[in-house]
């Protein structure tokens, strides 16, 4: 930490009135910030490029450990369900994903700037992690390289992220649901989307095709399933690859 040292000058006056009548110095420490990782959490949809980058927030640090784990289209549902999407995961949580929920598709580690007790900003390049054209979410979990024994069940910084250009946008009424699929990079529409309607019990429930416009309809019937058969997830994929879900 940082040490310093304070002078008080005779002739300051106290709360109560009272005066000092001689130097004081006081000499004290000024610990380093505590070692942390964290992530955007707005940054949620990363565009289908070639150079697909992520930031990441570290405080006194010069290494994190990565783990990217993938869950499947068809165990979306279930995630959602038992409340992992978009939370901060504990290591038995991911342990609990790797091996049932989803998998690991990638793990490694980067090296980062570091400024004393600065927070420092690195983008994080994923086109080695990033599996090309595989549907579903991902979760990258960042952790330090040397943690104490008291930590290692605590839970890690996580960014969930989906790897796509697609947007989506509903309007819900007495005639249904009403589902508009644009393309994020020129709020194009995109026609021929594939949407699919999924329960809580992970049944299809219906699909739809988007039209010119890219908008596609679901009708009242479908959104009024009861226990297992209520709508959990809304799924949008196209022939070329892409992939989207609300």
């Known amino acids: 930490g940082a040490k310093l040292e304070r002078v008080v000058r005779p002739g300051v006056t106290g709360t109560e009135g009272g005066r000092l009548y001689r130097e004081a110095r006081r000499r004290f420490t000024v ?19 070639a150079d697909q980058k992520l930031p990441m927030t570290t405080v006194n640090l010069e290494a994190v450990k ?19 999407i978009e939370r901060n995961l504990y290591p038995s949580v991911e342990t609990d994903i790797g091996q049932s929920v989803g998998s690991l598709v ?22 080695e ?27 890690h910084a996580t960014q969930w992220l989906v790897v796509s250009d697609l947007g989506l ?21 995109v026609p021929g989307a594939e949407l699919t309607l999924v329960a809580r019990n992970n049944t299809v429930l219906t699909s739809a095709t988007t039209d010119a416009q890219g908008i596609a309809r679901f009708r009242p019937g479908h959104l009024r399933g009861k226990g297992g058969n209520r709508p959990a997830l809304l799924t949008a994929a196209t022939a070329a690859g892409d992939y989207n879900f609300i």
């Open 31 to 49: 610990p380093d910030r505590a070692e942390r990782i964290s992530f955007d959490r707005n940054t949620y949809v990363l565009p289908r490029s």
């Open 66 to 84: 990565l783990r990217l784990y993938r869950i499947a289209d068809r165990n979306l549902a279930t995630a959602v369900l038992r409340g992992f």
């Open 106 to 127: 990638w793990e490694g580690e980067a090296k980062v700037q570091s400024t004393r007790n600065e927070e420092v900003t690195t983008l994080l390049s994923l086109d």
């Open 129 to 155: 992690a990033l599996p090309a054209h595989r549907e579903g979410i991902y979760a990258l979990v960042a952790r330090r390289p040397e943690e104490p024994a008291s930590e290692r069940w605590r839970e």
């Open 169 to 189: 946008t509903t309007f819900e009424g007495r005639n249904g649901l009403a589902v508009v699929v644009r393309a994020l990079g020129d709020a194009a529409p």
